[in-house]
């Protein structure tokens, strides 16, 4: 858990304004894992101010992104997705619930962008996304299995 005073620190570092406002979004975005959009970050930090607009948000964002507080993730098709867990991680993308789940793994920080590709682009960044079922979703499939299972031999009796 990040605190407020680690949010707070983060923002000075960066040389921007403290609004009750900005801090209270950063200090969401800084504290969840669930990599959220513009409008999951709107609809949670309207609970503690009812009189935000989505484009405060957006723009705060945008903000904290361009300071390099804040990554996108790459979402899909979906609307573009935040993370501010700034430490090196990977994603993986459930392609059921759509949940982005971070993991760390020492062997893919050893990967290196192929000499040859470097000489011929202007590299910004490299990221490693995996996707497939979420353990959640793995579960819930299981169950429907079995349920289905329990049925036919109901059927057969
Ligand atoms: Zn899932
Ligand atoms: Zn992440």
């Known amino acids: 858990m990040e605190n407020n005073y680690?949010?707070?620190?983060?923002?000075?570092?960066?040389?921007?304004?403290?609004?009750?406002?900005?801090?209270?979004?950063?200090?969401?975005?800084?504290?969840?894992?669930?990599?959220?959009?513009?409008?999951?970050?709107?609809?949670?930090?309207?609970?503690?101010?009812?009189?935000?607009?989505?484009?405060?948000?957006?723009?705060?964002?945008?903000?904290?992104?361009?300071?390099?507080?804040?990554?996108?993730?790459?979402?899909?098709?979906?609307?573009?997705?935040?993370?501010?867990?700034?430490?090196?991680?990977?994603?993986?993308?459930c392609l059921e619930c759509k949940k982005i789940i971070d993991f760390e793994s020492p062997e893919y920080d050893k990967i290196k962008i192929p000499e040859d590709v470097q000489k011929k682009f202007k590299i910004y960044n490299q990221k490693i996304i995996l996707e497939g079922i979420c353990p959640d979703c793995l579960k819930k499939q299981a169950i429907k299995k079995s349920d289905f299972s329990e049925k036919d031999k109901l059927n057969k009796k």
């Open 6 to 93: 680690y949010c707070k620190e983060k923002l000075e570092q960066k040389g921007l304004r403290i609004t009750p406002q900005r801090l209270s979004i950063f200090c969401f975005l800084s504290n969840t894992k669930s990599h959220p959009s513009a409008e999951n970050v709107y609809l949670e930090v309207r609970k503690q101010f009812p009189n935000i607009s989505f484009d405060t948000v957006n723009r705060t964002m945008t903000c904290l992104f361009k300071n390099g507080l804040l990554k996108m993730v790459e979402s899909g098709h979906g609307p573009r997705r935040y993370d501010a867990n700034l430490k090196p991680h990977y994603h993986f993308r």
